[in-house]
């Protein structure tokens, strides 16, 4: 069946520094799509791409989807406490979203 | 727009006894809500697929006689966990899917049900 991993499982970085989370799947996504999960919170809508090789930025969050649309990343450009929290992508076929095990960001002040 | 409610946020039960969890969409209809749990640090694992009208799909290795599923409206789904273990202390979140969507569309969750059993 599809697999989506993530990478890596934890982060830590200092308040300012920049963050990045990669998504790979084992087959051919019709989208992917991008949640953040606050600490004792629920998972919330970010993003979703679905055209090749497609970027999408929402302030300083940028989300890449690869040309063979197998793989995607989010990118924070100087962090900022607020982006505390567990990043998880997740990919579709062509019926259920396959979620990665997500990143925990930790940003130290 | 597209808010999930779920109730209780935490539930504390005694083992051996039963557990109902709600999953409402508020303001729009849902003909399909999603059941995931989630272990501490980890990922969300999907455990059944609801659907208005007809029996849930459950994913392999999930009990559909200890986790039962009932989707008896548009607006509204309820996880029943039977017979509860302390094993299966767990976050429980909700998804929907707005009705007329796309099959992989985004999802929009509940706040989660903390469950924990002594």
């Known amino acids: 069946g599809q697999q989506v991993m993530q990478i890596p499982q934890y982060q830590h970085v200092q308040e300012g520094e920049d963050f990045t989370t990669y998504c790979n799947s084992s087959t051919t996504l019709s989208n992917i799509q991008w949640y953040k999960q606050r600490p004792g919170g629920h998972p919330v809508f970010l993003i979703q791409l679905v055209k090749s090789g497609e970027v999408k930025k929402q302030k300083r969050l940028t989300f890449q989807f690869g040309e063979a649309k197998k793989n995607s990343s989010l990118h924070i450009t100087a962090t900022q406490t607020t982006d505390v929290g567990t990043y998880f992508c997740a990919g579709s076929g062509s019926y259920q979203l396959t979620f990665g095990k997500g990143t925990k960001l930790s940003v130290i002040p | 727009g597209a808010v999930v409610s779920q109730h209780p946020s935490r539930v504390i039960c005694k083992s051996g006894t039963s557990v109902k969890i709600e999953c409402r969409s508020l303001?729009?209809?849902?003909?399909?809500m999603f059941w995931y749990r989630q272990f501490p640090k980890q990922s969300l694992m999907l455990m059944a697929t609801s659907n208005e009208g007809s029996k849930a799909t459950y994913e392999q290795g999930v009990e559909k006689d200890k986790f039962l599923i009932n989707h008896a409206s548009l607006t509204l789904s309820t996880l029943t966990v039977t017979s509860a273990h302390p094993e299966d202390s767990s976050f429980y979140i909700c998804s929907a899917r707005a009705f007329g969507a796309a099959d992989n569309s985004p999802l929009h969750f509940g706040n989660g049900t903390r469950l924990t059993v002594t």
């Open positions: 303001d729009f209809q849902a003909t399909t």
